[in-house]
Structures are given as structure tokens and as C-alpha cells.
């Protein structure tokens, strides 16, 4: 290798001087230059270069103040005791003052940006100096790739403060969010394209900006990773691609709720910041919320375990509230904060309190906009309540999630009763169709707290609608000594109902779901029966009448069948001479038998009715008895 000279320094044609080293300077690849002696001695942190003056002072405006603009011309020796980058920025630098290529890639552009801008080497002390190159770089082949702004602004983070003062981190972060609201316009025009393709072109689904670079995105830092968040949200990025984000970025960062509490005070600091930042760059509260509800629970869970604010939990408890048709029981069961012991229960049943009246409100604020409705829309809203509608299936929902929450935490000995029925009582009495996962939950719970006082035991028992009770659950209530003997009675006053009823072909009116009953209805607390909105009411009515009028088809079948069976019996009779005996003693017995039915039922009225009225209403009418012979 031949010896490595330094050029000189001589005015370029704009008037300033730049060092302009030889060919073998600009092409050789031996570091460090040992041809010739230093006269400079640099020290960086714990390292130390042995460098010659002419090359650094061509390049780097910080090196011309520190040599020639200073009246020692002796100074052999310069001290950084910080750069940017540490050694491995400097040496490059320093190799580019040389004339020694470098190469430029996404782990070392940013501390080299930020190097070369704290030893000034910009335009003014030579052309192409370092500055202008990395610049370059960052625009030609950082800035046009997502993924790509997402790695140098993770290496930005322990460039800081630098990296602020020369705005390199706020250039990356718009340059994040301005791509991704491109990416969502793209996309969006590419799903305008595949819904209205030709009949032979196959349809498929476009990717979205998160299969790109979503992912990417975990590597930030919290407080880069709310800074390009928020930036998104300012300029109009979708709500469900911003929840992707955050759940993907939460999946990364936050530990399980098991493995929380183990951690270290400082690690379950560090838990807590996490969840606060998430749950502020959470999208806005609705009930179509692009936040999965599961996601939304295990925050709770562990926002709980780290002891977060009041106004974060509240904030969680209701966007949970919000979407709570869509929850399974798996997402509502949030355990206590507290260890267990023989005075605390599993899980929150206050939370669940709140969340569930949460739900429970938004019927409110529905009556509270109808009064600006007019009678037309009222009446769309009425059909749109009907039992299979969209609202009508959400309360269904609820209440079977509500029971069986209720059988889940029915098991808890630490339960107080006071708790548990304040749960049952929440939901009003047109959430449910059927009554049997409360009957169910109820019989645990008395089951498990035997000593539970009688008046608690009989209120607790009253939130059974007993007239909603299937066949199996009134037959193992009417001989469920638990309950008390009043609802016992209640039972088998109704299923007497319902037989009775069922015998006179479902003319009578039928009292399930009714308020007609010698029972009254429960009064909730809280949020309860009495809070039933008018269109809930004529939903509950319309339910009902479908049940009813299933209910005496099925009985109109049951009797067609017993008078063709006495019809076939009687013609079999008929047939058989020495039988007319028998036929004769067994009409007389069924017309005893209608005419006690009409006694009955005469009795239970009160008022005479004329003789086709009172025939319309027996299944067996009486016939005139005719000589076989």
C-alpha cells in the first residue's frame, strides 16, 4: 500500500475551504492511518483516537472552532465526554472526514444524523459533507417505507435529547402516521375495486396498513409509541386499525394478571404507566366499539392488579359496560385485588355492578331521545324491539350472561348474601324469557350458605319468577326444601294454573309473564322493574303472545288426539255386542266428569254464562247418549 498523504486546504470556487484528500485517501481501507504522525489526540468517552488536525478541521465546523478559532494554535488534545452514538458514531464520522466510505443502514442513521450534526459537518465547511449524505438517505430510503421510519425512530430513543433539537424524531413520527393515513386510502380504494368486480374475477381481500408494519411498531418505546399514536389519531386513521395497534402493542408489553402480582414494586409501576397510556389512546367510547371486549377485560384485570386510578378503572368498567352483549363469562370474571382469605371473595361483584348497570342505563338515555322522536319512528321502534330484534337479543344476552355469572360466583363461601342478591335483582323482569339459570344459581347459593337468615333466604327467593319456570325446574322447586315455603306454595299455585289453563284449550287467559297474578311483581333495586321502558313492556307483550299462542297450538293438537282416540274407542265398542254395557256406563262417566270441569269453572268466574259460551269451553262436550240397537 502506498503512503497515505494529506491533501491540503485550498478555497473552493464558492469561497470556502475544503479539504479535498487524494485518490488514496478517498479509496483506502486501512483504519487507523498509521503512515503518518498524529498531532491530535481525541478522547471519547473511555476510548481514545490518535487523528491529524487537517482532516477534522475540513469537515467539521465543531473541530475549526476547537483548533484554528482559538489563539492556543497548540492544542493537541480534545475531550468529548459525550457524542451522540458513543465511539461507533465518531469513528464514522471520523472515517468520512478521511474520505473512507461509509455505509449507511437502518441501524446507523440516526446516530449518525445526529453525530454529524454535534461536529457541525454541514455544507458550509465542505460539499456533500455528512450531513447533506444522511439526509439523503433518510429521504431517498427511510422516509418511504413505514417499517423502515419505525426502526430509525427506535434508535432515536437513546439519542435523545439531540435527537429532538434537530427535529428528527418529529419528522419521523409525522412521516409514521402521514403513511399510514396513505395506506388507508389505498386500501380503501382497493376494497371499492374488489366489490364491484366482474363475474369470473375472483374477490380478494385487501391487505391492510397493520400486515405491513402493525407489528413493527412494539419495538417504540412507550412514550414514542403514544406520541405516533396520538399523531395518527389527529390525522384521521381508522379507529379499528388504531385498536389493532394497541392490542398488539399491549399482547408485547403487559404481563399476564397471575404473573403481575409477582413482579417487583418496580415492575408493576412500570404495568401500571402502560395500561394508564394504553386506555388514554383507547378510540371513543361506543357501543360499536373497534375494541375487543376481551381485550377491554384483561385490561380491567390488570389495571386492577396494578392499582391504577379510580378514572382509568371507571373509563374500562365503562367501555365494558358499553359492549357487554358481546362479553362471555370468561371476560367478567375479574378477580379481586385483595389476596384471598376468609373475609375476601374471588372477584369484584362491585365492578360487575357497575358494569352491568352501565348496560342498563343506556335503555334511559334511549327514553330520554325518544321524547324527540315523533309517533312514527316510535312505532319503527317498536317493531325494532321485538323479540328478535337487535336491541331485544342484546338484553337476552345479558340476562343468560347475568345467570351465569350468578351459578360462577354462587360457590364463593366469602359471598355475602347482600351482594348476591343485589346481582340478581339488577336485571328487570323482561330480561329474561326463562327463569331457570336464576333458579339454579339461587339453589347454590342457599345450598353453600345454609346459615343465610330467612329474610334474606325469602328475598333472595323472590327474584324467581316463578311463572317462568319450566316444567323440570317447577317440579324440583315445588320439592326443593331450601326455599321458603311461601315460594313453594307459589310454584304449585302457578303450575296449577297452567294446567288448568291447558285442560280448557288456552281460552281462559293465561298468566305467564302476566300482572295479573295474585303475586305481584318484584321491585328491583337499583336498576329494576320499575325502570321498564314503554317499548321494553310492549317487546315483553309481544313475547308473550308468541309463547301463548305456541303453547295452545300444541294443547288444540294434544285434544285432537284424545277425540280421535275416543272416537276409535267408541266405534271398537260399538262393534262388540256384549260391550254396550260398558259403552253405556262409560258415557255416563265422562259426562260427569265435563260437567265437573263446568262446575269449576263456573265457581272460579263468579258470573253465569249462556249455554254456547259455556260448551265453547269444555274440549269434552256432552252428547246425547243413543241406543246402540
Same mark, same amino acid.
Given at each position: %500500500?502506498?503512503?497515505?498523504?494529506?491533501?491540503?486546504?485550498?478555497?473552493?470556487?464558492?469561497?470556502?475551504?475544503?479539504?479535498?484528500?487524494?485518490?488514496?485517501?478517498?479509496?483506502?481501507?486501512?483504519?487507523?492511518?498509521?503512515?503518518?504522525?498524529?498531532? $491530535?489526540?481525541?478522547?471519547?468517552?473511555?476510548?481514545?483516537?490518535?487523528? &491529524?488536525?487537517?482532516?477534522?478541521?475540513?469537515?467539521?465546523?465543531?473541530?475549526?472552532?476547537?483548533?484554528?478559532?482559538?489563539? @492556543?494554535?497548540?492544542?493537541?488534545?480534545?475531550?468529548?465526554?459525550?457524542?451522540?452514538?458513543?465511539?461507533?458514531?465518531?469513528?464514522?464520522?471520523?472515517?468520512?472526514?478521511?474520505?473512507?466510505?461509509?455505509?449507511?443502514?437502518?441501524?446507523?442513521?440516526? %446516530?449518525?444524523?445526529?453525530?454529524? =450534526?454535534?461536529?457541525?459537518?454541514?455544507?458550509?465547511?465542505?460539499?456533500?459533507?455528512?450531513?447533506?449524505?444522511?439526509?439523503?438517505?433518510?429521504?431517498?430510503?427511510?422516509?418511504?417505507?413505514?417499517?423502515?421510519?419505525?426502526?430509525?425512530? &427506535?434508535?432515536?430513543?437513546?439519542?435523545?435529547?439531540?435527537?429532538?433539537?434537530?427535529?428528527?424524531?418529529?419528522?419521523?413520527?409525522?412521516?409514521?402516521?402521514?403513511?399510514?393515513?396513505?395506506?388507508?386510502?389505498?386500501?380503501?380504494?382497493?376494497?371499492?375495486? &374488489?366489490?364491484?368486480?366482474?363475474?369470473?374475477?375472483?374477490?380478494?381481500?385487501?391487505?391492510?396498513?397493520?400486515?405491513?408494519?402493525?407489528?413493527?411498531?412494539?419495538?417504540?418505546?412507550?412514550?414514542?409509541?403514544?406520541?405516533?399514536?396520538?399523531?395518527?389519531?389527529?390525522?384521521?386513521?381508522?379507529? @379499528?386499525?388504531?385498536?389493532?395497534?394497541?392490542?398488539?402493542?399491549? =399482547?408485547?408489553?403487559?404481563?399476564?394478571?397471575?404473573?403481575?402480582?409477582?413482579?417487583?414494586?418496580?415492575?408493576?409501576?412500570?404495568?401500571?404507566?402502560?395500561?394508564?397510556?394504553?386506555?388514554?389512546?383507547?378510540?371513543?367510547?361506543?357501543?360499536?366499539?373497534?375494541?375487543?371486549?376481551?381485550?377491554?377485560?384483561?385490561?380491567?384485570?390488570?389495571?386492577?392488579?396494578?392499582?391504577?386510578?379510580?378514572?382509568?378503572?371507571?373509563?374500562?368498567?365503562?367501555?365494558?359496560?358499553?359492549?357487554?352483549?358481546?362479553?362471555?363469562?370468561?371476560?367478567?370474571?375479574?378477580?379481586?385485588?385483595?389476596?384471598?382469605?376468609?373475609?375476601?371473595?374471588?372477584?369484584?361483584? /362491585?365492578?360487575?355492578?357497575?358494569?352491568?348497570?352501565?348496560?342498563?342505563?343506556? /335503555?334511559?338515555?334511549?327514553?330520554?331521545?325518544?321524547?324527540?322522536? @315523533?309517533?312514527?319512528? %316510535?312505532?319503527?321502534?317498536?317493531?325494532?324491539?321485538?323479540?328478535?330484534?337487535?336491541?331485544?337479543?342484546?338484553?337476552?344476552?345479558?340476562?343468560?350472561?347475568?345467570?351465569?355469572?350468578?351459578?360462577?360466583?354462587?360457590? @364463593?363461601?366469602?359471598?355475602?348474601?347482600?351482594?348476591?342478591?343485589?346481582?340478581?335483582? $339488577?336485571?328487570?323482569?323482561?330480561?329474561?324469557?326463562?327463569?331457570?339459570?336464576?333458579?339454579?344459581?339461587?339453589?347454590?347459593?342457599?345450598?353453600?350458605?345454609?346459615?343465610?337468615?330467612?329474610?334474606?333466604?325469602?328475598?333472595?327467593?323472590?327474584?324467581?319468577?316463578?311463572?317462568?319456570?319450566?316444567?323440570?325446574?317447577?317440579?324440583?322447586?315445588?320439592?326443593?326444601?331450601?326455599?321458603?315455603?311461601?315460594?313453594?306454595?307459589?310454584?304449585?299455585?302457578?303450575?296449577?294454573?297452567?294446567?288448568?289453563?291447558?285442560?280448557?284449550?288456552?281460552?281462559?287467559?293465561? %298468566?305467564?309473564?302476566?300482572?295479573?297474578?295474585?303475586?305481584?311483581?318484584?321491585?328491583?333495586?337499583?336498576?329494576?322493574?320499575?325502570?321498564?321502558?314503554?317499548?321494553?313492556?310492549?317487546?315483553?307483550?309481544?313475547?308473550?303472545?308468541?309463547?301463548?299462542?305456541?303453547?295452545?297450538?300444541?294443547?288444540?293438537?294434544?285434544?285432537?288426539?284424545?277425540?280421535?282416540?275416543?272416537?276409535?274407542?267408541?266405534?271398537?265398542?260399538?262393534?262388540?255386542?256384549?260391550?254396550?254395557?260398558?259403552?253405556?256406563?262409560?258415557?255416563?262417566?265422562?259426562?260427569?266428569?265435563?260437567?265437573?270441569?263446568?262446575?269449576?269453572?263456573?265457581?272460579?268466574?263468579?258470573?253465569?254464562?249462556?249455554?254456547?259460551?259455556?260448551?265453547?269451553?269444555?274440549?269434552?262436550?256432552?252428547?246425547?247418549?243413543?241406543?246402540?240397537?
Amino acid at each position: %500500500m502506498g503512503v497515505v498523504t494529506l491533501g491540503e486546504l485550498k478555497p473552493s470556487v464558492s469561497g470556502k475551504r475544503t479539504f479535498r484528500p487524494s485518490s488514496s485517501i478517498r479509496h483506502a481501507t486501512e483504519w487507523p492511518i498509521s503512515d503518518v504522525s498524529s498531532d $491530535l489526540t481525541i478522547q471519547v468517552g473511555a476510548s481514545t483516537f490518535s487523528l &491529524h488536525k487537517f482532516p477534522l478541521v475540513s469537515r467539521s465546523g465543531r473541530f475549526r472552532k476547537l483548533l484554528l478559532d482559538v489563539k @492556543d494554535s497548540k492544542v493537541s488534545r480534545v475531550s468529548f465526554p459525550a457524542v451522540p452514538g458513543g465511539v461507533e458514531a465518531f469513528e464514522l464520522a471520523a472515517k468520512f472526514c478521511y474520505g473512507i466510505n461509509v455505509d449507511f443502514n437502518l441501524s446507523n442513521i440516526a %446516530m449518525i444524523h445526529c453525530t454529524s =450534526h454535534f461536529l457541525e459537518m454541514t455544507e458550509e465547511f465542505s460539499e456533500k459533507n455528512l450531513v447533506t449524505r444522511a439526509e439523503s438517505y433518510l429521504k431517498e430510503i427511510v422516509l418511504p417505507n413505514t417499517s423502515s421510519i419505525i426502526n430509525v425512530l &427506535h434508535h432515536c430513543e437513546n439519542l435523545v435529547p439531540l435527537s429532538e433539537e434537530i427535529n428528527l424524531v418529529n419528522r419521523l413520527i409525522n412521516a409514521i402516521a402521514n403513511n399510514a393515513c396513505k395506506e388507508q386510502l389505498t386500501s380503501g380504494l382497493l376494497k371499492l375495486d &374488489h366489490n364491484f368486480p366482474s363475474k369470473a374475477a375472483s374477490i380478494m381481500e385487501p391487505e391492510t396498513p397493520l400486515d405491513w408494519w402493525g407489528n413493527s411498531m412494539n419495538v417504540l418505546s412507550l412514550e414514542f409509541f403514544e406520541r405516533v399514536v396520538s399523531v395518527m389519531k389527529s390525522k384521521g386513521l381508522k379507529q @379499528d386499525l388504531i385498536s389493532k395497534i394497541l392490542v398488539n402493542y399491549a =399482547h408485547n408489553s403487559l404481563q399476564g394478571t397471575s404473573t403481575v402480582s409477582s413482579l417487583d414494586v418496580e415492575s408493576q409501576k412500570k404495568q401500571k404507566v402502560i395500561v394508564e397510556t394504553i386506555v388514554r389512546l383507547l378510540p371513543t367510547q361506543s357501543r360499536k366499539s373497534s375494541v375487543p371486549i376481551a381485550f377491554l377485560s384483561c385490561l380491567l384485570k390488570t389495571a386492577i392488579a396494578t392499582m391504577v386510578p379510580t378514572s382509568c378503572r371507571s373509563d374500562l368498567e365503562r367501555r365494558i359496560g358499553l359492549q357487554l352483549d358481546q362479553a362471555i363469562l370468561e371476560d367478567i370474571l375479574i378477580p379481586t385485588n385483595s389476596p384471598l382469605s376468609t373475609h375476601n371473595t374471588m372477584y369484584d361483584i /362491585d365492578s360487575i355492578l357497575r358494569i352491568f348497570s352501565t348496560f342498563l342505563n343506556l /335503555d334511559e338515555v334511549d327514553d330520554q331521545d325518544s321524547d324527540f322522536r @315523533d309517533e312514527n319512528q %316510535m312505532m319503527y321502534e317498536y317493531e325494532f324491539d321485538s323479540p328478535g330484534s337487535p336491541k331485544q337479543s342484546s338484553i337476552l344476552k345479558v340476562s343468560k350472561l347475568m345467570d351465569n355469572f350468578l351459578t360462577e360466583v354462587a360457590l @364463593d363461601s366469602n359471598l355475602l348474601p347482600s351482594k348476591f342478591i343485589a346481582l340478581a335483582e $339488577l336485571l328487570p323482569d323482561h330480561a329474561r324469557v326463562t327463569s331457570d339459570g336464576l333458579y339454579r344459581a339461587v339453589d347454590i347459593f342457599l345450598k353453600v350458605h345454609s346459615n343465610i337468615k330467612d329474610s334474606e333466604r325469602y328475598r333472595l327467593s323472590k327474584t324467581i319468577d316463578c311463572q317462568k319456570l319450566s316444567q323440570e325446574a317447577c317440579s324440583h322447586a315445588a320439592q326443593n326444601e331450601r326455599l321458603p315455603v311461601q315460594i313453594g306454595v307459589q310454584v304449585l299455585y302457578y303450575e296449577q294454573i297452567r294446567l288448568r289453563n291447558a285442560m280448557n284449550g288456552g281460552h281462559n287467559q293465561i %298468566m305467564f309473564g302476566g300482572n295479573h297474578g295474585q303475586f305481584p311483581q318484584r321491585s328491583g333495586s337499583g336498576i329494576g322493574s320499575g325502570a321498564i321502558s314503554p317499548r321494553d313492556n310492549y317487546a315483553s307483550v309481544r313475547r308473550e303472545n308468541r309463547e301463548l299462542k305456541l303453547e295452545v297450538t300444541r294443547m288444540r293438537m294434544r285434544l285432537n288426539d284424545l277425540e280421535k282416540d275416543h272416537v276409535s274407542m267408541k266405534q271398537e265398542l260399538v262393534k262388540t255386542g256384549p260391550a254396550q254395557r260398558f259403552f253405556k256406563s262409560f258415557a255416563k262417566k265422562l259426562s260427569k266428569f265435563n260437567a265437573l270441569f263446568r262446575i269449576n269453572s263456573i265457581r272460579g268466574s263468579g258470573t253465569a254464562r249462556s249455554g254456547s259460551q259455556t260448551r265453547s269451553r269444555f274440549p269434552f262436550q256432552r252428547r246425547k247418549c243413543h241406543s246402540v240397537s
